[in-house]
């Protein structure tokens, strides 16, 4: 807790801020430029003040890493709730995820490329409790994918029984590395219509689950 006298509502709203602040210096300048010396500046307080809010980078990153989360997780119910059918939601989820990755290059990859510690690396440290947290917010997003593919698989008697866990890992492991080729420019290097290719492979994407 900061060392000043501020109400739990009032340093709640500065954690905000910061976090705001990181995420505008992230979408920059990406991960090299997220310094906290340069968060503190712009917040306009001193490093040593900052790390009252944010006791060290560690921490800060699991925040950023669940608002990116919740950012994401957003967008993907959005699509599936604006869709009529359960095969329609299953594509706009995927067409969603890649939109949410293309469009957020710098978020994207703080939280799918990066290779930053994982939950089970802060249990038993003071960190443990946020991590959870952190954790707990991705984890709705795949229990919101593992089910929009079993309510669509459902409505197919001719398929295969098949775990739908398996299957939206499947693609999803699938739509990452397109987006990850989009993001690194190999798409329009190598693809003369590189929009048409995106489609065309997240669409066999999808069809690995739709059948």
């Known amino acids: 807790m900061p060392k000043i006298t501020r109400s739990l509502k009032e340093v709640d709203a500065v954690r905000d801020q910061i976090i705001d602040i990181a995420f505008k210096i992230l979408i920059k300048s990406g991960y090299e430029g997220l310094k906290m010396g340069k968060i503190a500046s712009k917040m306009r307080m001193t490093a040593a003040n900052l790390y009252n809010y944010y006791t060290n980078k560690d921490e800060l990153l ?9 950012m ?3 967008k993907l119910r959005y699509a599936v709730e ?14 969603a995820f890649v939109e949410f990755g293309t469009q957020n290059i710098n ?14 690396d802060y249990i038993g440290t003071p960190l443990e409790a946020l ?7 991705s984890q709705r997003i795949l229990s919101l994918a593992v089910k929009t593919t079993q309510d669509y698989r459902e409505t197919r008697q001719d398929l295969q ?12 492991i699938t739509l990452h590395g397109i987006i990850s080729l989009h993001n ?8 003369d219509d590189s929009e048409m290719a995106m489609n065309t492979y997240i669409n066999k994407a999808i069809s690995s689950v739709i059948g």
């Open 161 to 172: 029984p098949v775990d739908p866990r398996s299957l939206t890992n499947q693609c999803t």
């Open 107 to 120: 978020i994207y990859d703080i939280m799918f490329n990066r290779p930053v510690r994982q939950h089970r």
């Open 184 to 191: 690194s420019g190999a798409f329009i290097h190598v693809i």
């Open 82 to 95: 604006t869709a009529d059918t359960p095969l329609e939601k299953f594509k706009k989820m995927a067409y």
């Open 72 to 74: 994401l997780y957003d």
């Open 131 to 137: 991590s959870y947290d952190e954790f707990i917010s």
């Open 62 to 70: 699991i925040a950023i890493h669940k608002k990116a989360h919740i």
